[in-house]
């Protein structure tokens, strides 16, 4: 306005009215002068307005009818260029609204004229136009009347005109409407009182509108009765009207002013009153009409529909269902059942094309629709309109595919492109291709059945732009539908575009719906959420009120989800057939992806809703596109069938689902296996295959939350693809494409190649979006996977056939995301894992443990929410399954499971907590069948939780890590894993003794615990070795687990075990509590000595080739005896020690005779048994315990050195005991804990007897052993078993110790008994295979060791006897008799029983003969009876004088014993024997004559003298004879010998001939006379004749007579007699033998005399020298002269043989002759006789003869 009204304009109007005045004045000057007139007055009239008034404008509007009134006379004049003038002039005027009603009456009167005379009829409208737009004067009739010259002019001849009118008219008709909007607008503030509507159809009933409604209701109302060709009420003057203007005009005001008709009810009315009826009636031909049933082109509108009006009717039912829904609910639902009835298949192409249209443009409308669903569906008897709709449009889409297309005939794009026409069938021949060039491009299109139809992009009006992304486009079409007013026949339909209009109604139908039902939902949940926080907090004031309004809101959700679940009941069924149909035909990539899009969003919806059967059905169906058709997939297949019972109605005739057909024209880009027990060929994936597949994927990665069960079909499907792909799991379930390996079924393209990584990708981001999932989704996915890997266990059954891992590998994938809230799946989770490793098949087997395994450890590595730590429950929850596993006898599982404990332990051991009785159980759990790679995954496991988290774990668990590690030792698989649980079970205690404290405490603490819970329970509790200490429970658990393995059968094992137990108990025993001895003792160590004697005396004697491998067994371990003697030995010797070591804490136990009578038996049996080694060990163990001082001395170490590897002990502070100036002997440094035995109590020092007992008991076992050991056989086989030497020697050296604690006690019997074991002792003989090693060789006199031990032994008790009392003394003898019955066996060897023994010279060793019995070898026993002999003569030069030696006759015993050897002398078994014996004799002789002389009254030792002489005798002049090869020194030497015997006899005997026995000196005499004159040997060769005649020796005898004959005086006449009868015979026999040699040399001549008379007549003269020379030494009163006289009667024989020819008898006589030369004195009568008087003395040789 403001345009209009400025200052400038007004001038500017004034000015150019004055000129139009003028002008008009000057064109009518002449021919009509009233109008010039007029117009100058006009001119001053203006003039006038313009001087006198401010407001210009406003008075020109007042004057407006005299100011107009010139220019209306001028149109008067019907000139057109006046009349031109003028209409240009009005039109300024109108344009500055200064026309007024009355005016503007006038105006349209001349307007009306004009038009009449049809004078410039455009300008006329132009006026009208400018008229009624620029101000709102012109009202009622004046308005009817412009309207009605509009729409005369429209029905003119003149195109143009005709044209420009109907614009007019539009626009007329638009400018009444937008005033009564303006008039709305301007008193919308003032509330008028509704006037209710008259029912009637008076058309004047309009009184209560205001001016711009009443002629807007007047128009509309006329147009309806137009249209109905019926007379206007209101536009008066009608000549003529189309039924097509007027719908159209109808359509524009309905669709551009709908608030004026639901504002006033007047206008409502005329809607429901007469369009409703209008259109009805004006379908009625459509709707009777049918296809086929008039081929008449005739126009016969009733009979046939008639296309322009038909297609203005749907245009306005389209804006009456879409602005005035609400006002017409009951005809809306006439006009869409029509729309729908004009679907039919019966009607015509282009109605159906136009119906189709009109649906699509309420598809678009998702809140009509809603509408459609609450008025119509929901209500109970009232058509289901929406079901109907979206049913139609099926049946629609179904029809064009199946009635071949009549009367249109298929319309094909071709290169030049026209249009190709011609039957279908040639349309078909080569379908939707297009060619560019040479190449060809493949049309988008429908293919179903042999029909093929194109897609074209169809833009309609009130289409989104781009429904679900863009159509592919090759051609576009604009020209169809309801948009051509123009065409008064029906178009030719271009072929596939009712199909494309009907795609996109499905495709904006879904959109529509799913986009508002999601967002009303959306919109629900969040009101609901803030309700509900809302509600939760305290608000007492508002409480009553927000309850109100929860409640409302509930009811309203309440009523929408009716709504939207019936909308989506009422249309899915429809739009899933029709995709699915669509799906299957579709050829073209971009509108499959629509359909499925389409598929999905309502596959969600109906998740979302809760709408389980349309929610499987949707997902079927993907499933289905995804799959090859007809694959047996039974989950689909039931579906499917489910849904196919529901077929549906669409007005009488039944559609069913459609099937996919199965010839595809897509391209195939997979050949693969299908899944199934026996695959029948391959089946081939198609490009659409794919794309369905990522529909699925899409689906469930974005709307798993709402797929509950469906996930059933979706994972079966996706996991027959993926086994159609070869996709395989890798690490952490994710599917990577498989090796070619799978098979040459396999074949993918390159496009599919690499679409694999991202197919692969989404599943596994799929299963990654299961974390966003609530708990029950979750649930319901991972039921899903779990009955998907029951089938595949199903399937895998019976056949090695590669399984499908899908749903496993899945799980896992699962699982590893859903961390954070493991606790709820984790039961159903492994629970159905642990199912699936326990399958037949490994490989399905090993995947099972794979994703179990890797689930415990991501689980034992999550950060969880509290820390694991702090949350023992959830620990124990993972790390279940793990020991679940354990059950499994698969070894390639309990490999997993093992290597799945060892990464647990690597990454999280420190921290496992109360997890570790479960971990160390699934070690524990291995047994020994389980194969050696699987012990020794689970011995590493074991190692490193030793080495490394011993200190981690609670304390209460390591008596399980002292079992498990036991359970390894006794594993046979593999010895090095025993053997290095041994030294496991040696670390685990070091750990104990370092760490005891602390262990000790913390145990004592849980037992508390565990005490106070049985106590409560009202039950004992119960533990192994309960009344003891915990901590000591857990020492004894460790003992007892060794003590197991010390009895295993591998002897290895044994060993070690042996070792590590008594090491650990000698280590750290001392920790124990002093009571816990007493079970160490009989639970743990007496219990192993029986088992370990029981095995060993029952174990196999039967040879063991090798020890496994090639390994060869020595000797000494080649019987299982032999190895269980080995461990029989270490037993022993472990328990002995510690009975040694720790008798200081042993004895004050109460039962420790018991326990030592115990030991004692063990020792005895080992002793006994038939095995040198362990007998050996025995007496070893023996040894050891006898040198227990309490407590042990350092200084007295035992002399055996230890088998085992003990600590050595380390003296600790020396504590002094009160009564015994010794230090403990400590094997622990924790001075604390000695505290228990020191200090302020001292050891406890058992009473004497007690100690006593203990001693007297270890003698009976010895006496036991050494009688039982050396009982000689009773019968004498091969087997015999004889106890080797150094068990004897061990055995007699165990006795001196074992004296010095029984001395006191020690009697007569017992020396007996000893006596009786040395003697058996020392007669055992020695194998010869050992012989070499104790005797180094028979030519060497050594002693024996046991030989030394016996002497010992023997030793020993003299000299206790010695210091010890009278009443020990009288075992002296007993000694002797003893030591004088070994020296026997210098001569008489033992024998031991029957058994047959060779010298050791004559024994065979068996180096060569490994496996011949032994032969017996006797030892040689000469050094031992000479050291006897010796010990003997010792002993007595000690003893001599002693009663009991005197008594009891010794002296003559000894000599009794010297006798043997002495008479032997050369025939002795060694020279040193006899040579030692005369020795010893002469020694004891020494000592024992003046004690005999002492004794000679008592008679003691009468018996004594007869022995001695026989012994002289013997010995003297023994019947051996010298070995051959005696030097002539020897001879010397042991003539020599003989004469210190018979000096002997000349100091010690002959000199006390008064003390001594007559007789014996008779004895005495007669041997020496006897060796004065020896006869020679025969056997001396002539140069050794004159040493070997004994002259030294039978000179000392002579000498020795003639001293004993002359010397003394003589008592006796006897005694002179024997003396001088004695050198009678000797002198007269030696005359005999000089007078018998000269005789003999005389006749012999030249010939040598015999050897033996030249021998004796040497002896005889060297005799006769020797008794000259005695005769001068004696006092000469002593000798009787007759003696003298013949003795010098045998000079004159010597001198006759001096011509003998023997130089030897010649010098020997020159010897003889010399002492002759004293007799030659010179004749003196005074000194002596005359010559004559000495010979008459000398007596005749007959006085000498008796």
Known sequence: ????????????????????????????????????????????????????????????????????????????????????????????????????????????????????????????????????????????????????????????????????????????????????????????????????????????????????????????????????????????????????????????????????????????????????????????????????????????????????????????????????????????????????????????????????????????????????????????????????????????IQSLFLVPSTGNTSVMPNQTGGNASGNTGSAQTNPGVLGMGGGATVLPAFEYRGTWIPILNVTVQGSAKATYGTIACLSCFHFFSLEMLDKVEPPTIPEGYAMSVAFHCLLDLVRGITTMIEGELGEAETVSQSTTETTSLPAQSSEQQDLQSVSDQTEKELVSRAVWEEMVNACWCGLLAALSLLLDASTDEAATENILKAELTMAALCGRLGLVTSRDAFITAICKGSLPPHYALTVLNNTTAALSSKSYSIQGQNVQMI??????????????????????????????????????????????????????????TLQHLVWILGLKPGVGGALKPGRAVEGPSTVLTTAVMTDLPVISNILSRLFESSQYLDDVSLHHLINALCSLSLEAMDMAYGNNKEPSLFAVAKLLETGLVNMHRIEILWRPLTGHLLEVCQHPNSRMREWGAEALTSLIKAGLTFSHDPPLSQNQRLQLLLLNPLKELSNISHPDIRIKQLECVLQILQSQGDSLGPGWPLVLGVMGAIRSDQGESLIRTAFQCLQLVVTDFLPTMPCTCLQIVVEVAGSFGLHNQELNISLTSIGLLWNISDYFFQRGEIIEKELNKEEAVLQKQAEEKG?????????????????????????????????????????????TIGAHGTLLQHSTWHTVIWKVLFHLLDRVRESSTTADKEKIESGGGNILIHHSRDTAEKQWAETWVLTLAGVARIFNTRR????????????????????????????????????????????????????????????????????????????????????????????????????????????????????????????????????????????S?????????????????????????????????????????????????????????????????????????????????????????????????????????????????????????????????????????????????????????????????????VLQNIIKTLRIPLSLKYSCPSESTWKLAVSSLLKVLSIGLPVARQHASSGKFDSMWPELANTFEDFLFTKSTPPDNLSIQEFQKNESIDVEVVQLISTEILPYANFIPKEFVGQIMT????????????????????????????????????????????????????????????????????????????????????????????????????????????????????????????????????????????????????????????????????????????????????
């Not at 060709?229 to 669709?255: H, I, K, Q």
């Not at 880009?669 to 899944?675: C, F, K, N, S």
């Not at 050195?1201 to 504590?1215: C, H, K, R, Y």
């Open 659 to 716: 099937s996919p057909s199965s010839e595809s024209h897509q391209q195939v880009v997979a050949v693969g296996q299908p899944l199934a027990l026996q695959p029948q060929g391959t089946v081939m994936l198609t490009s659409k295959n794919i794309q369905c597949m990522r529909t699925l994927l899409n689906l469930a990665h974005c709307h798993g939350a709402v797929l509950g069960t469906s996930w059933q079909l979706v994972l079966a």
């Open 1144 to 1283: 200081y804490l042993l004895q004050p136990l109460g039962d420790f005779s018991q326990a030592w009578d115990v030991l004692l038996d063990h020792i005895q049996s080992a002793a006994l048994s038939k095995n040198n080694e362990v007998s050996l060990a025995a007496l070893k163990s023996f040894q050891e315990i006898l040198q227990i001082v309490s407590p042990v001395r350092d200084s007295e170490k035992p002399d055996t050195p230890p088998a085992i590897n003990v600590s050595v002990p380390v003296v600790v502070g020396t504590t002094t005991a009160t009564s015994l100036g010794r230090s403990f002997m400590r094997t622990d440094s924790i001075g604390e804990r000695i505290g228990r035995y020191n200090g302020s109590e001292p050891p406890v020092i058992t009473d004497e007897i007690e100690d006593l007992n203990l001693w007297w008991a270890a003698w009976n076992s010895w006496y036991r052993i050494g009688s039982e050991s050396t009982r000689p056989p009773i019968t004498c086989d091969k087997l015999t078993f004889i106890p």
């Open 1 to 396: 306005m403001s345009g209009t009204s400025s200052p400038e304009a007004v001038k500017k109007l004034l000015e150019n009215m004055q000129g139009d005045l003028r002008g008009l004045s000057l064109e009518c000057r002449k021919k009509f002068p009233p109008v010039k007139e007029a117009a100058e007055s006009g001119i001053i009239k203006v003039k006038t307005i313009a001087a006198r008034n401010t407001d210009i404008l406003a008075a020109l509007k007042e004057n407006s009818s005299e100011v107009v009134q010139p220019f209306l006379m001028g149109c008067g004049t019907k000139e057109p260029k006046i009349t031109q003038l003028c209409l240009a002039a009005i039109q300024r005027l109108m344009s500055h609204e200064v026309v007024s009603e009355a005016a503007a009456g006038n105006i349209i009167n001349m307007l009306w004229q004009l038009m009449e005379n049809s004078l410039e009829e455009l300008k006329l409208l132009q006026t009208v136009l400018v008229l009624l737009t620029t101000n709102t004067v012109v009202h009622d009739e004046a308005l009817s009347k412009a309207i009605v010259l509009c729409f005369r002019l429209h029905f003119t001849k003149d195109n143009i005109t005709n044209n420009t009118a109907a614009a007019t008219v539009r626009q007329v008709v638009t400018v009444v409407f937008e005033r009564v909007v303006a008039e709305d607008e301007r008193y919308k503030d003032t509330v008028d009182q509704p006037v209710a509507v008259q029912g009637n159809s008076n058309r004047r009933s309009v009184s209560t509108l205001k001016p711009c409604a009443k002629d807007a209701y007047m128009l509309f109302q006329d147009l309806c009765q137009l249209v109905n060709a019926d007379a206007p009420y209101w536009l008066v003057g009608m000549t003529e009207m189309t039924r097509t203007f007027g719908l159209e005009l109808l359509e524009s005001v309905l669709n551009d002013f709908p608030q004026v008709f639901l504002q006033h009810q007047e206008f409502s009315f005329l809607l429901k009153e007469r369009v409703c009826p209008l259109v009805i009636k004006l379908f009625s031909p459509n709707i009777k009409f049918r296809q086929g049933s008039s081929t008449s082109s005739s126009p016969a509108p009733v009979e046939k529909p008639y296309f322009p009006i038909c297609m203005r009717l749907l245009r306005v039912v389209s804006v009456l269902i879409k602005q005035f829904y609400s006002l017409l609910v009951t005809e809306c639902e006439i006009f869409l059942s029509l729309l729908v009835k004009f679907l039919d298949a019966d009607k015509p192409q282009w109605l159906r094309a136009v119906a189709v249209e009109s649906i699509h443009r309420l598809c678009v409308q998702p809140q009509l629709l809603r509408s459609f669903c609450q008025s119509y569906d929901m209500k109970q008897h009232s058509t289901k309109v929406f079901r109907d709709i979206v049913n139609a449009l099926g049946s629609f």
């Open 1285 to 1449: 030497q150094p068990f004897l020697t061990a055995l007699i050296q165990i006795f001196p110790a074992l004296y010095q604690h029984i001395k006191t006690g020690f009697s007569m019997d017992d020396l007996q008994k000893l006596g009786v074991i040395l003697h058996g002792a020392v007669s055992v003989p020695i194998s010869s295979d050992a012989s070499p090693f104790i005797l180094p060789s028979y030519t060497e006199a050594v002693l024996t060791s046991l030989q030394e031990a016996v002497l010992t032994a023997l030793d020993v008790l003299q000299k206790a006897i010695c210091v010890g009392s009278e009443s020990m003394q009288i075992m002296y003898p007993a000694i002797f008799d003893q030591l004088l019955a070994f020296v026997e066996f210098s001569c008489k060897p033992p024998q031991y029983g029957q058994l047959e023994t060779k010298h050791i010279a004559n024994a065979k060793y068996n180096q060569i003969q490994l496996f011949a019995p032994a032969e017996w070898v006797a030892l040689n026993y000469v050094p031992f009876a000479e050291r006897s002999l010796e010990v003997v003569v010792d002993l007595y030069q000690k003893t001599a004088c002693h009663k009991a030696v005197v008594t009891e006759k």
């Open 1019 to 1063: 039950v004992m509790l119960n533990r192994p070795f309960h009344p003891a200490p915990p901590f000591d429970c857990l020492w004894l658990c460790l003992y007892a687990k060794l003590g197991e393995l010390c009895v295993d059968p591998r002897p290895a094992v044994r060993k070690s075990a042996g070792q590590t137990l008594f090491s």
């Open 1567 to 1746: 041997m020496l006379n006897k060796g004065s004159i020896h006869s020679q040997s025969s056997s001396f060769t002539e140069a050794e004749i004159d040493i070997r005649m004994r002259e030294e020796f039978s000179k000392v005898c002579f000498e020795t007579l003639l001293q004993f004959s002359f010397s003394n005086k003589v008592t006796t006449p006897q005694e002179g007699y024997i003396s001088r009868m004695a050198l009678s015979v000797l002198l007269k026999r030696s005359q005999d033998v000089l007078h018998r040699y000269i005789e003999d040399e005389r006749l012999s001549g030249k010939c040598p005399l015999p050897r033996q008379q030249v021998t004796e007549i040497i002896f005889v003269l060297k005799a006769v020298s020797t008794l000259i020379d005695s005769l001068k030494k004696t006092q000469p009163e002593n000798v009787d002269a007759n003696t003298w006289a013949q003795v010098i009667a045998l000079y004159p024989t010597l001198v006759e043989c001096i011509t003998c020819s023997s130089s030897e008898v010649c010098s020997a006589l020159k010897e003889a002759l010399v002492p002759f030369k004293d007799f030659m004195h010179p004749p003196a009568s005074k000194r002596g006789l005359p010559i004559e008087k000495i010979r008459k003395k000398i007596p005749s040789k007959s006085e000498y003869l008796p």
